[in-house]
């Protein structure tokens, strides 16, 4: 898949669901169930452990049906590792020069952290195909998204961090292209209990609050 078309997936999905878990069995579950709901999109935090031997099996058992990434890449080298076992988009939780200059140079999709204007521009003139807004929560929400939207109309954003079902919509409709969900998501309890269920729901739910929100957006333009 080209970077071209990972982006475009994301884009008409909306969704990133951020796996951080425990284990290894407990992360290729968690993308099990977030596919079965609708979204054929996976990060692996490289907080999880054997994070690249992960990435490497889902690449062989589910390479054709899901779209895999790799998160909180801090560094160039890391990077190379998961784009070698498979990663199709690289997902930093901040923003570093040669990661990004890396990635690009192997035409994957790279979606580097920021959260100040400053940030956000270094990100793009690094050739950030598209920007994390993390801990966007922490600091105003869907709120701050609509005052970044103001000098940065052309930025893609994928606010991070406080999306929840209930804030998912408010996101979108502040100009959110895509959104990274973690545990509101990606349930740890439900993923070391086995009973995933109320994960491939969530992922429908969330689906279905993504095209909704963009529908009204359309119907209002």
């Known amino acids: 898949m080209t970077r071209e078309q990972a982006q475009e997936r994301i884009l008409e999905i909306g969704i ?11 992360a290729l579950r968690a993308a099990e169930a977030v596919c079965a709901g609708g979204i054929p999109i996976v990060e692996i935090t490289m907080t999880v452990p054997g994070a690249v031997d992960v990435i490497a099996a889902l690449a062989r058992s589910m390479g054709h ?3 895999i990434g790799a998160g909180t890449v801090c560094d160039a080298d890391t990077a190379q590792r998961c784009m070698d076992a498979g990663a199709q988009f690289v ?3 901040g923003f570093d020069a040669e990661t990004v200059k ?3 140079s192997k035409d994957v999709l790279v979606i580097p952290g920021a959260l100040t204007p400053t940030e956000i521009i270094a990100a793009r003139k690094a050739g950030a195909d598209m920007v994390k807004i993390f801990p966007c929560g922490a600091v105003g929400g869907a709120k701050y998204i609509t005052a970044l939207r103001g000098p940065f109309p052309d930025v893609p954003m994928v606010p991070t961090g406080g999306v929840s079902l209930q804030t998912a919509a408010d996101f979108i409709r502040a100009g959110a292209v895509a959104l990274g969900v973690g545990g509101e998501l990606v349930s740890g309890s439900a993923l070391k209990s ?3 269920a109320g994960i491939t729901e969530a992922a429908r739910r ?13 119907a209002n333009t």
Request: glycine letters at 6%.
């Open 102 to 104: 890396l990635v690009r």
């Open 65 to 67: 049906d899901i779209l």
């Open 91 to 93: 997902v930093g939780p």
């Open 206 to 218: 969330f689906v279905a609050v993504v095209r909704d929100a963009r529908q009204q957006l359309t």
């Open 194 to 196: 086995g009973v995933t």
């Open 16 to 26: 990133i669901p951020v796996v951080r878990a425990s284990s290894p069995t407990l």
